[in-house]
């Protein structure tokens, strides 16, 4: 017999009129000991066996530390969240320099999509967890958008995450599957875990795969940047067209509408706290000439100050909010 069988029977109806102690007799200490014994995924299922044992779990603060949905102490051990982590693994890389490299686009989310069991509800428990404890509580964001003349332009913003006590799954989920609605056809991404082992090698390339340019050395400053100021930085790139390098490639890696809704929460239409009630601040802006054609040198141009030019999130033209 299992435990959550065990302990279903303890509460049964018929146990409960033996002369002998069932489960919900224990108490709310004791249960909440046996209950923290538990793995993730068995204490996160035990919360459907009774009310007492839901109860018990969504109001202990410890369990509710242990599922990741309130903030552990500063002091504690840095701890990835594991289960978010087998639900998403393009979102937490392997601490490798070719995972850390890779970025994902259609052909990669498509196979996430066919092969992923998560819930897509807006009310589904992941969507709170934290992504790590403690909480991480700056994201940092690089996009580069690749002009039809080979044109790179790059923002580079630190999002404080104080007001909402950290990183939660649905920030970084939809700040991906929001910014893919309004994206060129050729939309890239990959999650940057600032304290893996693998960027303390300062021989390893920042250099995403793919990459719009040959040799991508202009995104490593401000990429090295952007992990000094966050522990977590999205690098995202799109272009209405792919260079000559990788489109050999990647030709038929274009997103599609169907696809973009099949990443979306069901009914999940607004914009969750991602582009809702932030503060954004733009730390870095400035425009770059692409690699083409061989033995031009590339150059960077800074926004004159108080013209960022900063790509439009894909809310601000709504009134509502």
């Known amino acids: 017999m299992g435990f959550l069988q065990l302990f279903k029977h303890l509460g049964s109806p ?23 014994l538990l793995d993730f995924q068995t204490l996160l299922l035990a919360q459907r066996v009774c009310r007492q044992w839901a109860n018990c779990i969504q109001e202990s603060p410890i369990i509710q530390q242990m599922l990741f949905f309130q903030p552990a102490s500063t002091n504690t051990s840095r701890q990835q969240n594991t289960f978010l982590a087998s639900k998403f693994p393009y979102w937490f890389p392997a601490d490798t320099p070719k995972s850390c490299k890779t970025s994902f686009g259609a052909d990669d989310i498509q196979d996430f999509l066919n092969n992923s069991d998560v819930y897509k509800r807006p009310e589904a428990s ?15 964001w690089v996009e580069r958008s690749i002009a039809p003349d080979d044109m790179v332009e790059l923002h580079r913003w630190e999002i404080p995450l104080q007001a909402f006590v950290g990183l939660r799954m649905n920030m970084l989920y939809d700040l991906v599957v929001k910014k893919a609605e309004v994206a060129q056809p050729y939309f890239y991404f990959r999650v940057l875990w600032s304290q893996y082992e693998t960027f303390e090698n300062n021989m390893v390339s920042l250099k995403s795969d793919p ?21 977590i930085v999205v690098d995202m790139w799109h272009a209405s067209h792919l260079p000559s390098h990788i489109s050999h490639q990647r030709r038929e890696d274009t997103w599609t509408w169907s696809l973009v809704r099949g990443l ?11 582009h809702d009630m ?19 040198e590339r150059y960077m141009m800074e926004l004159p100050e108080g013209c960022s030019r900063a790509m439009p999130l894909p809310d601000d033209g709504n009134s509502d909010l």
Do not use: H
């Open 14 to 36: 018929k146990f409960a009129e033996k002369p002998t102690m069932g489960v919900q007799s224990l108490p709310t200490e004791l249960l909440e000991a046996i209950l923290a």
């Open 126 to 140: 992941w969507r709170r967890m934290l992504v790590q404890q403690p909480p991480i509580m700056v994201l940092g």
């Open 211 to 231: 990459d719009p340019s040959i040799y991508g050395g202009r995104i490593a400053a401000p990429l090295k940047r952007a992990m000094r100021g966050a522990d």
């Open 264 to 274: 979306a929460a069901t009914g999940d239409s607004e914009v969750e706290l991602v």
């Open 278 to 296: 932030r503060e954004l601040k733009e730390v870095n802006g400035w425009c770059l000439a692409s690699d083409f054609p061989a033995g031009i």
